[in-house]
């Protein structure tokens, strides 16, 4: 079992950064997939980011050039930076942690943990 732990969200202008970090409740080094997803209001849960063990990342097309994910396995701890945020990055933000091969990251059903989400609200 793994808990999976989300911060750092809140209101933020357009234009503004914040960055989110997802603390797990063990060692991170066995798990091979770890993801940010998110969730607007009347819109499906969407993948933003993901990353694996060794590093590789997958990202959006939303995001790309503003997002990065990144991984600290000392600190069992994933982070999100966002920069240049825009209105429609409004939206909960969730933590995803699976077994799962980097090509199947944007497969939600195949995560086995979830965090309860962090609110990002970008203002204009």
């Known amino acids: 079992q793994v808990q999976l732990v989300e911060s750092g969200g809140g209101l933020v202008q357009a234009g503004g950064s914040l960055r989110l970090s997802c603390a797990t409740s063990r060692s991170i080094v066995g798990i091979n997939l770890m993801a940010w997803y998110r969730q607007a209001p009347g819109k499906q849960r969407e993948l933003v980011a993901g990353i694996t063990s060794s590093g590789a990342t997958n990202y959006a097309n939303s995001v790309k050039g503003r997002f990065t994910i990144s991984r600290d396995n000392a600190k069992n701890t994933v982070y999100l930076q966002m920069n240049s945020l825009k209105i429609e990055d409004t939206a909960v933000y969730y933590c995803?942690?699976?077994?799962?091969?980097?090509?199947?990251?944007?497969?939600?059903?195949?995560?086995?943990?979830w965090g309860q989400g962090t609110q990002v609200t970008v203002s204009s």
């Open positions: 995803a942690a699976g077994s799962q091969v980097l090509s199947a990251v944007r497969d939600s059903g195949m995560y086995a943990f």
